[in-house]
């Protein structure tokens, strides 16, 4: 029989202990809501037509742009990897292709929108987007360029990749006026990177987040993944110690999706992973260690230095998510580019078909290569306000949704209100007659609250609910 253990958690300088069932009990199958509808509630039936008909919809907008390019081709596979990725080393041979479909694809929508709509965010992700050469960097560009008007002060990132990034891709990248860098790194542990298939030495990184901080890039994010296998709470807590030394902007701390049956890779080291409380033991540890650093904890998995933007959008209530996790960036349409995207409009998701077959073969017949979507309802978007407060806030005054959606909130939520009672016991909420608040606890469990108000998740039946990843 398992014993309780008080676990201990020293957050932003306040310390929470609560019994260790609360971790089995919260530690369930969640969506990590980076759209509401989530994704698998989108429908094959949604195709080019309803896409067309959206985008002709927002021609008169006046909203901002935030474009999204995928960009899908990797030199190796990490085995832990959950993104839709084409491994290769046939580099231009690949990339050549691809890149001519794309670019018809960004003229066909450049042709569409507004030109005097601005781009206020552009983000290439993939995939290893410096898997495309300097002068392939330079091409895409020009042609995005040539197509949409940037707004003077642009968000322009690009995921790169340390072990495969060269000093000419990080300067042209530069000159072209990307400004934010985001780069995996994962662990340090030797043991881990062999395990996971990713050889990348604390000095090779630090050689190439140096090179982008002398570039003068104005912000670099670490992504880093707690739960790999034969990570410990002592290699982890020395990989963190490194990269507070990198200094970076922003660190993104993802829980390991151990998701087999979607990932057959993933399946090799699955007695190596960590077991128990273990897991929750690392990521307490570099919680803890980051915000001693300074760092604030955003929610869910993003930290941020206190002057950095995310922190000001927290404050003044404007943070907001979307595909790329936390955003600044509230009110922008989101047009997807490439292989897989997603766009986000303000009633409609539309997907990419997932595979280079099918999205050629639409780009080659002139079809749009959408695969599903979903047209967004008015309950929809009610829950949606909801769970972006609390996600990005922690908080929500009733009296904030009651006026923009003409509602009583606890007449409206009764239901949800009563299932919340169970997270108040278990601190893990505030429930007060004026506003729901996360509370320290809670904002570990910040999925498990929003989990409360999807009406589509409490729908599900559940061998469709363990398709998502763990809260923890
Ligand atoms: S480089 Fe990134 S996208 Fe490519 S396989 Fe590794 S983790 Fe996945």
Redesign the pocket.
Known sequence: MRTTELIEIDLQGEQVFFPSEILGKYNQPGPRYTSYPTAPEWSDSFGEDEWQAAIEETIASRAPISLYVHLP??????L????N?V?SKKGEEISAPYLSRLKKEIDWLGARLDPSRRIEQMHWG???PTYLTAEQIEELFARLASRFKFADDAEIGI?I?P??TSEEQCRTLRRLGFNRISM?V?DFDPLVQKTIN?IQPYEMTKAVFDECRNLGFDSINIDLIYGLPHQTVEGFTQTVEKILLLNPDRIALFSYAHVPWLKKQQGSFAKHLPQGFEKFRIFRRAIEQLTEAGYRYIGMDHFARPNDELCHAQDDRTLTRNFQGYTTKAGCDLYGLGVSAISSLENVYAQNWRELPSYYEAIDQDRLPVMRGLRITPEDKLRRAIINRILCHGFLPKAEIEQEFGIEFDERFAPELDRLRELEQDQLVRLDREAITVTTLGRIFMRNVAMIFDARLNRTDQARRQTFSRTL
């Open positions: 081709f990797c030199q190796s596979l990490c832990f990897c959950g993104c990725v491994i993939g995939g290893t995921e990749e072990r495969t995996g994962q990713r």
